[in-house]
């Protein structure tokens, strides 16, 4: 069955300092391999995903997350966060049922603080 | 474009009231989600339309029914509102086969009592 892990419920970071977020996966085949971002009072946002080709894949916002097909691991990382970072953000997977179902992480709360 | 919309923005239910959630996509989406949203739990699905008049269950469908008359709305219905049903729930709309890219509406969250 598809499914993600995020493994921390909460990520504290000093602005200006690189962050990164956990998610681990497991599929049958090829993954495919998304982030989601909520700000406070607002719907998700598409931040990046990967399909194939390089392990380190650029988003919107600065974001970009690391493929590691050993480690069944897709983190997304931020080599200077910001206050403004500061949001859940979501790991997710396809659902195999199709139609672009989604299959989301738990979610990990980001707090960056000044 | 607006995107998706979602109205209300809030609302409070008494146990057995019903009430239906609007959502409206103006970005010619052929699927379109309900997701509820639990602290802690990620985001579930409770159903999905493919097109207008297709329509079909998620995770949790339970307590919920939903129609899709077109292409642009798709209103979730809550029959005998239940205090489990105490959640913030988004709509989301996508592309065709394969995009994975949703659109999600700002959130409706209702408290039920």
């Known amino acids: 069955a598809q499914s993600v892990a995020q493994p921390e419920d909460q990520v504290n970071v000093a602005e200006g300092n690189p962050l990164t977020v956990k998610c681990t996966y497991s599929?049958?085949?090829?993954?495919?391999l998304f982030w989601y971002v909520q700000y406070p009072n607002r719907g998700l946002q598409f931040l990046l995903k990967?399909?194939?080709?390089?392990?380190l894949v650029k988003g919107s916002y600065g974001f970009e997350a690391e493929f590691n097909k050993s480690q069944t691991s897709f983190h997304l990382k931020k080599p200077s966060a910001l206050v403004s970072d500061s949001a859940l953000y979501f790991c997710?997977?396809?659902?195999?049922?199709?139609?672009?179902?989604?299959?989301f992480g738990a979610g990990t709360r980001l707090a960056v603080h000044p | 474009n607006a995107g998706v919309t979602q109205t209300p923005k809030f609302r409070i239910l008494k146990i057995g009231q019903s009430m239906t959630l609007q959502c409206t996509q103006d970005?010619?989406?052929?699927?379109m989600y309900w997701y509820r949203q639990d602290p802690g739990m990620g985001l579930k699905l409770i159903y999905y339309?493919?097109?207008?008049?297709?329509?079909d269950k998620g995770e949790v469908p339970n307590g919920y029914n939903v129609s899709r008359s077109t292409t642009e709305d798709f209103p979730l219905r809550l029959e005998l509102a239940a205090p489990s049903q105490t959640s913030v729930y988004f709509c989301a709309s996508s592309q065709g086969q394969g995009s994975y890219e949703q659109y999600f509406g700002p959130g409706t969250r209702l408290t039920v009592t």
């Open positions: 990967y399909i194939t080709g390089d392990n």
């Open positions: 339309s493919v097109g207008a008049g297709i329509t």
């Open positions: 599929v049958s085949g090829n993954p495919y």
């Open positions: 997710a997977v396809p659902n195999p049922g199709g139609y672009n179902k989604l299959i």
């Open positions: 970005m010619n989406h052929n699927y």
